[in-house]
């Protein structure tokens, strides 16, 4: 029998972590573990008054091995250094943490970001391999800076240090995989979906009780966004386009449920503010109920790589509406989700959604209860055998064990 594969799997506190990577790894780590090919120590940093490490071997209570390094917070003020960045002095210490505490002088570093470049350099010093998921699109720079010629010409720089420094990138979708073969042609790169679970249990007949708790009637239409309060996941053309729809329609409400922007998002909602309902953000279980009771899932998002949002929402039989951006391209429009348009970028991704498209997309599945229950049935069949978490842990395992050879 072969040996394990010890995987060093780091956070990253950077601009991935808008990028689902909470979710991601709350979804990767616990089928890993349960694997029995994989050793799998998770590495956090933190800065605090006290410097310290705290290493807890995986038992009874916990799937794996966590590794917890505390840097000195008057270092972090003293010197002005980035919390979402790791210095070369830094990862010196976390790679030498590692060889002294756990002892094991081979294995694969598992990073999240390109903030963690320095990490990669050292640790391929040290003989281990390295590895990164392609969170972030190299895109949204395009995106969100698209007038900001300097920054594109950093940013792209910074993206080809880091896959110099990795032995190989997990792609969350083809426009990310299309992206690195690009600026990277040598760097070995594979596109692994996210996943969810594909074990629901459909409480939809207590729908009544949970509807009087989110102040709806019971005849209600409801569309549910969840995800971050946020311009880039479509979000204020959502309420644009909602408010026209709403227009002479007694039982339709629009869910908004997640953390971010919520001052931009109530001005804009200012016209159908008594069937549109903001429930801040939500743990696992309250989303849940959410889940159960709503019509339709919305995602018009400008950029996305493997949604988790729209994935959860797929496997929960929801019919969905996103965007044509390059992040949906593996479903079909008409026959996996409901795609609108907007205004598209080189890259695939948008600057916007045009507000017809999507207040006439709401119309279409409103009206029809046939293309919902059509759409609906698919979304699980695609859960179930192309984005089922088993499935991604099992493309991650062979991903490593490939890496590990």
């Known amino acids: 029998m072969k040996s394990p594969i010890n995987v060093f799997y780091f956070d990253s506190k950077g601009f991935s972590t808008l990028y689902g990577i909470g979710s991601y790894r709350k979804v990767l780590l616990p089928e890993l573990a349960r694997s029995g090919i994989i050793n799998l120590t998770h590495v956090r940093f933190s800065y605090r008054d006290q410097g310290g490490v705290d290493y807890r071997q995986a038992d009874s209570t916990q799937d794996y091995n966590t590794l917890d390094i505390i840097f000195s917070l008057k270092d972090f003020t003293q010197y002005q250094i980035e919390e979402n960045y790791i210095d070369g002095f830094r990862a010196r210490i976390c790679i030498t943490m590692i060889l002294q505490i756990t002892g094991l ?31 972030v699109p190299f895109s949204i720079a395009h995106t969100t800076f ?27 979708c083809p426009q990310a995989l299309r992206d690195i073969q690009a600026i990277s042609p040598t760097t070995f790169s594979k596109i692994i979906y996210n996943g969810v679970s594909t074990t629901r249990i459909n409480k939809r007949a207590n729908r009544s009780e949970a509807k009087a708790t989110l102040g709806c009637s019971q005849d209600d239409f409801i569309f549910l966004f969840s995800s971050r309060l946020d311009r880039l996941k479509g979000l204020y053309e959502l309420i644009d386009a909602f408010t026209a729809f709403a227009i002479n329609k007694r039982n339709v409400k629009l869910i908004i449920a997640g953390g971010g922007d919520y001052d931009t998002a109530l001005k804009r909602a200012q016209g159908a503010l008594g069937k549109i309902i903001f429930t801040g953000f939500l743990d696992h279980q309250k989303l849940i109920r959410l889940l159960e009771v709503a019509d339709v899932g919305l995602l018009p998002s400008h950029s996305e790589q493997s949604s988790f ?43 916007s959604v045009h507000i017809d498209s999507l207040t006439g997309a709401l119309e279409v599945v409103y009206n029809d209860a046939s293309l919902r229950e059509r759409l609906g049935k698919q979304g699980k069949h695609l ?23």
Request: glycine content about 8%.
């Open 105 to 135: 002088r081979e294995g694969i570093f598992h990073l999240n970001s390109s903030s963690d470049q320095v990490i990669a350099k050292y640790a391929k010093a040290a003989g281990y391999r390295v590895i990164g998921t392609q969170h």
């Open 146 to 172: 698209h007038f900001y010629q300097e920054y594109l010409d950093w940013s792209l720089e910074k993206e080809k240090r880091h896959l110099a420094e990795l032995d190989g990138m997990i792609c969350l």
């Open 309 to 351: 949002s729209t994935l959860e929402m797929l496997s929960y039989g929801l019919p969905m509406i996103v965007t044509d951006s390059s992040g949906f391209e593996v479903f079909e429009n008409g026959r996996d989700v409901i795609k609108v348009t907007g205004e598209r970028l080189p890259s695939g991704d948008l600057t």
């Open 383 to 405: 859960v179930n055998t192309v984005f089922s978490k088993k499935l991604m842990a099992e493309s991650t395992i062979s991903f490593y064990q490939t890496i590990a050879t």
